[in-house]
């Protein structure tokens, strides 16, 4: 069974532009969960999607948006560009048996994003 | 409000001693989850093993095991004869009991000198 994708790998931008990440979740996993990890903040929680819907989000600015598609798949945008959106961006997919959170996220290889 | 902390910022061991990663936690669901994440080099978290707060039973897997104690909100981690390959962050993470959000602690950075 294949991992949890995410596409671009590596990704270099400039202050003010805008960006889009794509997250493959595993066959079959409904839940996509997105994180920003930073060395000053750490590992940090951007929103989760279940079933084409947001069900949580996290404490960052209206920048941050994301959405999931039909067949699970989820994406990112991140506008209006600042040099603190240098991070690596993770992606993670669930099962969710049952409606709820209890299973164990997988996580993809992540997007490193660097803005200049 | 969820809460994960691992004290412990960097461990040095040489290859075939055993090493202890420590991780307490703040919870007031009675219900929760705990999880440890193995994160090498390449950036890519890897899922080592999660734990139900119902579930104190500890849990060996080869030379990696696991101590959940409720009573001092603790859910440690020990690898058996370090090898060079252990080295990685190790991150302890939280989930409550209704939502998927994960609360990570800061990680530990292993090394591990052969």
């Known amino acids: 069974k294949a991992g949890v994708t995410q596409t671009p790998r590596y990704l270099i931008k400039t202050r003010g532009q805008q960006v889009t990440l794509s997250c493959s979740p595993i066959?079959?996993?409904?839940?996509v969960s997105w994180y920003q990890q930073t060395p000053g903040q750490g590992l940090q929680f951007l929103f989760e999607y279940f079933s084409e819907t947001q069900r949580n989000k996290g404490n960052f600015p209206g920048r941050f948006s994301g959405r999931q598609f039909s067949n699970s798949r989820s994406e990112m945008n991140v506008s209006t560009l600042e040099l603190g959106d240098s991070a690596l961006y993770l992606c993670a997919s669930s099962l969710v048996v049952g409606g709820q959170g209890a299973d164990e996220q997988f996580f993809g290889p992540g997007t490193r994003l660097t803005v200049l | 409000a969820q809460k994960v902390t691992q004290a412990q910022t960097e461990i040095s061991v040489v290859e075939k001693e055993d090493v202890t990663l420590d991780c307490v936690y703040e919870?007031?669901?009675?219900?929760?989850?705990l999880f440890w994440y193995k994160q090498p080099p390449s950036g890519e978290l890897v899922f080592l093993i999660r734990?139900?707060?119902?579930?104190?039973q500890n849990e060996i897997s080869g030379r990696y095991s696991w101590n959940f104690q409720k009573s001092t909100s603790s859910f440690n981690f020990t690898i058996t004869a370090s090898q060079v390959v252990d080295s990685a962050v190790y991150f302890c993470a939280l989930k409550g009991s209704t939502l998927g959000r994960l609360y990570f602690g800061r990680g530990t950075q292993l090394t591990v000198w052969p």
């Open positions: 734990r139900n707060s119902f579930d104190e």
């Open positions: 919870t007031r669901d009675t219900t929760y989850y």
């Open positions: 066959s079959g996993h409904r839940s």
